[in-house]
């Protein structure tokens, strides 16, 4: 099933997602319709409060569309350690047609557990942990728009207004 997600400035975005306490089945359906969701606008991450649902959870799958799936589901992931620094350029699905230089740690450890409620831990650097480390923080309520200086935040804010009006357009 497709999920709605939200876009920015929407405030469920700034919830905090609470642990997933246990697997059950309808969190597992949670994990696959947000796989099928991020497939289909096309995305490489999706966190559960990005779709209204305030849990720690989210899938990523950076894998290029000639290429067979590399789908990880993350529920209540911990980063363990971050180490180094880069910029990389970023988009997410809550801010339409914005890409933006935003500074992370060049690599983590991720600790989670899968669909199964099996733990993992990873060791990630370039763009997996930057994703790793972008869509964590949204189980945080944090955005890439907070990692922005008052300038580039204003600018990013006056598109989204302007896709807004132009949507909002009969
Ligand atoms: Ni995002």
Request: charged share 35%; with cysteine.
């Given at each position: 099933m497709?999920?709605?997600?939200?876009?920015?400035?929407?405030?469920?975005?700034?919830?905090?997602?609470?642990?997933?306490?246990?697997?059950?089945?309808?969190?597992?359906?949670?994990?696959?319709?947000?796989?099928?969701?991020?497939?289909?606008?096309?995305?490489?991450?999706?966190?559960?409060?990005?779709?209204?649902?305030?849990?720690r959870?989210?899938?990523?799958?950076?894998?290029?569309?000639?290429?067979?799936?590399?789908?990880?589901?993350?529920?209540?992931?911990?980063?363990?350690?971050?180490?180094?620094?880069?910029?990389?350029?970023?988009?997410?699905?809550?801010?339409?047609?914005v890409?933006?230089?935003?500074?992370?740690?060049?690599?983590?450890?991720?600790?989670?557990?899968?669909?199964?409620?099996?733990?993992?831990?990873?060791?990630?650097?370039g763009?997996?942990?930057?994703?790793?480390?972008?869509?964590?923080?949204?189980?945080?309520?944090?955005?890439?728009?907070?990692?922005?200086?008052?300038?580039?935040?204003?600018?990013?804010?006056?598109?989204?207004?302007?896709?807004r009006?132009?949507?909002?357009?009969?």
């Open positions: 497709i999920l709605t997600i939200l876009h920015y400035p929407d405030p469920r975005l700034r919830e905090k997602g609470q642990p997933i306490r246990e697997i059950t089945p309808e969190i597992q359906k949670l994990a696959d319709d947000m796989a099928e969701t991020m497939y289909a606008a096309p995305g490489v991450g999706l966190a559960a409060t990005q779709i209204g649902v305030p849990v959870l989210f899938v990523i799958d950076l894998a290029g569309e000639d290429e067979p799936s590399r789908l990880v589901t993350f529920i209540n992931p911990e980063i363990l350690e971050r180490e180094g620094s880069r910029t990389w350029e970023e988009g997410c699905l809550s801010f339409p047609d890409h933006e230089d935003v500074q992370r740690a060049e690599r983590v450890r991720v600790r989670a557990l899968d669909r199964d409620g099996k733990p993992f831990e990873l060791d990630v650097d763009y997996m942990a930057v994703a790793v480390q972008h869509e964590n923080d949204h189980l945080d309520g944090v955005l890439m728009i907070d990692h922005m200086g008052a300038l580039r935040k204003r600018m990013v804010q006056r598109k989204l207004e302007k896709r009006a132009r949507d909002a357009r009969p």
